[in-house]
T-cell receptor, first 113, second 112 residues
Framework: AQKITQTQPGMFVQEKEAVTLDCTYDTSDQSYGLFWYKQPSSGEMIFLIY??????QNATEGRYSLNFQKARKSANLVISASQLGDSAMYFC??????????FGTGTRLTIIP | KAGVTQTPRYLIKTRGQQVTLSCSPISGHRSVSWYQQTPGQGLQFLFE???????NKGNFPGRFSGRQFSNSRSEMNVSTLELGDSALYLC???????????FGPGTRLTVL
């Protein structure tokens, strides 16, 4: 069965520190896309970063980078120099077989001033 | 370019009623998908539409239905509402298969 695991239900991080949010998955598909979304308390799901399963270079978007280890089926999100505005829920999502998105359970990140 | 819009943003209904939620995708996006988010079940896939055709359907009862119009706008309908249908309903649009899904702000439905 295709499954996504986010093992950190909550994290507290000091402002300006880097933070890594874990995401592991289980699939036999060879082609899929890895996504990370941020959901503030307002509810809107904000796209952060994408990596295709065949991409060899780790994706980066500003302060966000995706640490993709295909053999380990791991796609961790790294946020550098965290800011107070980074406090939110973070979801790892995968479109297994390039179909619908399947989401993990999320990690609630709180940035402490 | 305007983002995905959803109307209404908030809705309160009573058990047994029906509800229709609307989603307007980003201009040029032909794929629309719907998700239900609850504290207990997390984010669950409802439907996906492409060019007015339902391409994929999640594991929800027949009370949940949807459609897509020729202008790519989509609606979802829930009939005979139950308390457990209280949730945030998120709509997303995508330019093409395998591309990024852009989400709307959601419709928060409360069933009393």
């Amino acid at each position: 069965a295709q499954k996504i695991t986010q093992t950190q239900p909550g994290m507290f991080v000091q402002e300006k520190e880097a933070v890594t949010l874990d995401c592991t998955y289980d699939t036999s598909d060879q082609s899929y896309g890895l996504f990370w979304y941020k959901q503030p308390s307002s509810g809107e799901m904000i796209f952060l970063i994408y990596q295709g399963s065949y991409d060899e270079q780790n994706a980066t978007e500003g302060r966000y980078s995706l640490n993709f280890q295909k053999a380990r089926k791991s796609a961790n999100l790294v946020i550098s120099a965290s800011q107070l505005g980074d406090s939110a829920m973070y979801f790892c999502a995968i479109n297994f077989g390039n179909e619908k998105l399947t989401f993990g359970t999320g990690t609630r990140l709180t940035i402490i001033p | 370019k305007a983002g995905v819009t959803q109307t209404p943003r908030y809705l309160i209904k009573t058990r047994g009623q029906q509800v229709t939620l609307s989603c307007s995708p980003i201009s040029g996006h032909r794929s629309v998908s719907w998700y239900q988010q609850t504290p207990g079940q997390g984010l669950q896939f409802l439907f996906e539409y492409f060019s007015e055709t339902q391409r994929n359907k999640g594991n929800f009862p027949g009370r949940f239905s949807g459609r897509q119009f020729s202008n790519s706008r989509s609606e979802m309908n829930v009939s005979t509402l139950e308390l457990g249908d209280s949730a945030l309903y998120l709509c997303a649009s995508s330019l093409a298969e395998g591309q990024t899904w852009n989400f709307g702000p959601g419709t928060r439905l409360t069933v009393l």
